[in-house]
Each structure stands twice: as structure tokens, then as C-alpha cells.
């Protein structure tokens, strides 16, 4: 997974939901993207794993304020927030599973 956005901070105001009690894996993703299907079930199965682990997904298209804000260019995008909410990774593109993990472990 990619790159850091250090200082990024995201919260149930700005996500429309609970962050995780551990971390929080983020999904931007479109209505016919294709790549959002198969990625909103490796971090639904990866949240379901690890505990104190929450998955949002929002709809870019509905969000774009935050898309633009976050400056998320296409979808699907993964976050993945540290329990205060700092973004810690970001990736673009179908994440495998694996990735997810690791990517968990500097959040935690």
C-alpha cells in the first residue's frame, strides 16, 4: 500500500461513521467500479479478522468535497486510519488482502 499524507486526520463527523477502536480501513468508491465490489470484501473479511478493526466505505461521487480534500483521484482508494484517526497509509487500486494486513500493522 502506498505512500503517507502525514498530519490527515479523519472522524466520525467527516466519515458518517464510528472510527475502529484499533484502525479503520476507509474505501472510497464509485457506483460502477468493479474493482470497489471485490475491494469492499477484502476489507469487510480483513475487519472481520482483526478485532477493534472498522471498515467505512463512502460513496466518492456523493462525498466529493472530502474526495476533493483528501485529494482521492480515482476509485476504489483505501485509508487506513490509526485510532485517532490519522491516515497512516493510502492506496489506490484493488488492495490484496495481505497488503491490508501489513498495512494494519503500522496503524496499530
Known amino acids: 500500500m502506498g505512500g503517507r499524507d502525514e498530519g490527515e486526520r ?6 458518517g461513521a464510528e472510527l475502529g477502536e484499533r484502525a479503520t480501513l476507509v474505501q472510497f468508491s464509485s457506483a460502477f467500479c468493479a474493482p470497489c ?13 482483526v478485532p477493534g478493526i ?9 462525498r466529493l468535497e472530502l474526495v476533493r480534500a483528501l485529494d482521492i483521484v480515482s476509485t476504489p482508494t483505501v485509508l487506513v486510519l490509526d485510532a485517532e484517526g490519522r ?7 484493488q488492495p490484496r488482502k495481505a497488503d491490508v494486513i501489513a498495512a494494519l500493522g503500522e496503524a496499530v
Open 54 to 62: 472498522a471498515h467505512v466505505e463512502i460513496d466518492a461521487e456523493a
Open 10 to 15: 479523519l472522524g466520525a463527523a467527516e466519515l
Open 87 to 93: 491516515v497512516v497509509r493510502r492506496a489506490a487500486g
Open 37 to 49: 465490489r471485490a475491494t469492499r470484501r477484502v476489507l469487510h473479511e480483513v475487519a472481520g479478522l
